[in-house]
Structures are given as structure tokens and as C-alpha cells.
């Protein structure tokens, strides 16, 4: 029924203007964004991996978005302080996160008050890659495998030790995962980080390690360490190392990188985002950079990497709860 009025055609042609509006104001959005600089939030210091990973990847959006990027380092306490100010940050695109592994899904799992909801407050944009760690033993050690690690370690009860780089960090719970897996009953020492844990050793002092690939790969090409193992659920290009799955099949422990932004971004601006930073990490410059840091490239949809982190999560709080780790 058409109530011809004046009144009434004046609102029937506003209301038909604001439903075009609401049609077109996404893409309109998307379009124009940004048109200021963006905040880039790295819940890690300065030089650290994901700051080195989060700088390369933000010049090149930067560049795409002909606005800058700046990133913002937070760093301490297992990542809190970076994570909840993305967290708390407006949800306008203006803010976003590049967030590694332990501090999404990790850092909720064991901090009494992490002062950050993963699950109502963040949500995935991008994965930027993979990041899989490595075993390594002392050179002279005449441990040459996983498998002999656990017979090792099964010959020599409460003899051998694992040197955790971090007290509850992805490395410690990896290798608490392997030492699950093989019922080896090594003794774990957690290190403040990682080049301790790497130093102890070098030295002689611990039977094994687990760290990023690049930080052990320099010491195994020197003939100073052996790797024996990688966390991937295959074995990595370009390293002729056996995956610890392999052995223990279905094992996997992997670090990982997203751009991950305050909940309520708008849509528009996340496919953005998305479609972006697919399009750099699949050029061989970045491809081949990220590569020689031991990450490896994966271009997901918005979905895919919603659905990666959700994953990733349940994997941790499995593990966790297997280890009876209690949130501190």
C-alpha cells in the first residue's frame, strides 16, 4: 500500500537512501581505508623474531595502503601488554596486531589474568606462516635420532635433561609433548631464554633443546649441534631433518604468525587486510625472507585463519590440561 503523500514520498525516498547506504557503505569503507597511518601492535621487543617478521611485512603494506604502518612494540609478561591494548583498541581498522602463536593461544591458558579474551575480543584477519621448531643435541652426543633419544633416556632414568627455553613458552611445551610421547622421563630445566637453554647445551650441561629453526639451524651448520627432530607434521624444504611425527605419529607443535584485530573491524576492511597480505607473503621477496627466518608462507581466507586459531587453540588446551599446567 503507497500512502500518497508528499510526507509520504519524501519517506519512502529517505528510507530507500539509507538502505542504499547501508548496501554501499562497506565497500565505500574498504575502498577509502586507510586514510591515516595504522597502528601495528608486536607483543614482543624490538629485534625480537616476531618484531624482525611483523616490520617486514608491514613496509609492504604500508606500501599498498599508501599510509604508513607503525609498529608498536609491547613486550613482557608472556605478551599482556600488547595483546590486551589490541584488545581494548577501537575496532575501527586503525589498529591491528601481529601476533605470534604463544601469546594468542598460550598466554589465555596460563596467566590467572591475562587481561585479554581471545574468543570475544580478537579475531583473526590473516595467517602471515607456519613457524616449526627444532631438536637439537650436542654434536658429540650419540643421540642421532628421536628414537634414540628415547632409548637413551629409557636406559638412563632421571639421567637425562631437557633445557626448556622458557618456563611455559611453545619450545617447553613441544618438548614436553615429545618427552609425553616417547614416556622418556627427562628432567625438564627451564632457562629465562633462549640462548641459555642453547649455551646449556653447547656446553654439555643438558641433553637437549627445542628452539625456532633458525636459532639452531646456525649451530648445527657450524658442527656444533645435531638436529634430530622438526615439530612439523612433515619434514621442512630444504632440511633433511626427520619430523619428531615420524616417530611419534600425529605429533605437531608448530609457532605461527596472524594479523589478528579487535573484534568488530569491520568485514570489509578484514578481506582487506586479508586479501593483502596473501598477496605478500606469496611474492618470492617476502617468501624468500620469511623462509630464511623459518617461517613459512601460508595464504589462508579470513575463515581458514579464523579456523586455523581455533584449532590451534583447542590443540593448546588439551596440551595443557594433559600437563596439569596450572595458570599462574
Not at 624490538?46 to 608498536?72: F, M, N, S, T, Y
Amino acid at each position: 500500500m503507497h500512502i500518497k503523500t508528499r510526507r509520504g514520498f519524501a519517506l519512502t525516498a529517505l528510507t530507500w537512501m539509507a538502505l542504499a547506504a547501508t548496501a554501499t557503505t562497506p565497500t565505500a569503507f574498504a575502498q577509502s581505508w586507510p586514510t591515516k597511518p595504522v597502528r601495528m601492535i608486536v607483543p614482543a621487543g624490538a629485534g625480537a623474531a616476531p618484531d624482525v617478521i611483523a616490520r617486514i611485512v608491514g613496509e609492504k603494506l604500508a606500501a599498498a595502503w599508501g599510509q604508513g604502518v607503525v609498529v608498536d612494540n609491547k613486550p613482557g609478561a608472556g605478551g599482556i601488554p600488547g595483546m590486551s591494548a589490541l584488545a581494548k583498541a577501537a575496532p575501527d581498522g586503525y589498529t591491528i596486531g601481529f601476533v605470534p602463536a604463544a601469546m594468542g593461544t598460550i598466554t589465555p591458558l596460563v596467566f590467572k589474568n591475562p587481561q585479554f579474551n581471545p574468543d570475544t575480543e580478537l579475531s583473526s584477519a590473516a595467517t602471515v606462516g607456519i613457524s616449526p621448531l627444532m631438536l637439537a643435541v650436542p654434536a658429540s652426543s650419540a643421540i642421532h635420532s628421536v628414537a634414540d633419544l628415547a632409548r637413551t633416556a629409557k636406559a638412563n632414568p632421571g639421567k637425562l635433561n631437557f633445557a626448556a627455553p622458557q618456563l611455559n613458552s611453545l619450545p617447553h611445551l613441544a618438548g614436553e609433548m615429545v618427552n609425553k610421547a616417547g614416556a622418556m622421563g627427562l628432567f625438564t630445566v627451564p632457562f629465562r631464554a633462549p640462548p641459555e637453554a642453547v649455551t646449556a647445551v653447547l656446553s654439555g650441561d643438558a641433553t637437549l633443546t627445542i628452539d625456532g629453526v633458525p636459532g639452531l639451524l646456525q649451530h648445527v651448520k657450524s658442527g656444533r649441534l645435531r638436529a634430530i627432530g622438526v615439530t612439523s607434521a612433515k619434514r621442512l624444504p630444504g632440511i633433511d631433518v626427520p619430523a619428531v611425527a615420524e616417530t611419534y605419529p600425529g605429533y605437531e607443535a608448530i609457532g605461527w604468525f596472524q594479523i589478528i584485530v579487535p573484534a568488530g573491524t569491520p568485514q570489509a576492511v578484514i578481506d582487506r587486510i586479508n586479501a593483502d597480505v596473501n598477496r605478500i607473503t606469496a611474492t618470492p621477496e617476502v617468501s624468500t625472507r620469511l623462509n630464511e627466518m623459518g617461517v613459512y608462507p601460508r595464504q589462508d581466507s579470513v575463515a581458514a585463519a579464523r579456523s586455523f586459531f581455533d584449532e590451534q587453540q583447542k590443540a593448546m588446551k588439551r596440551l595443557v590440561a594433559d600437563l596439569g599446567i596450572q595458570a599462574q
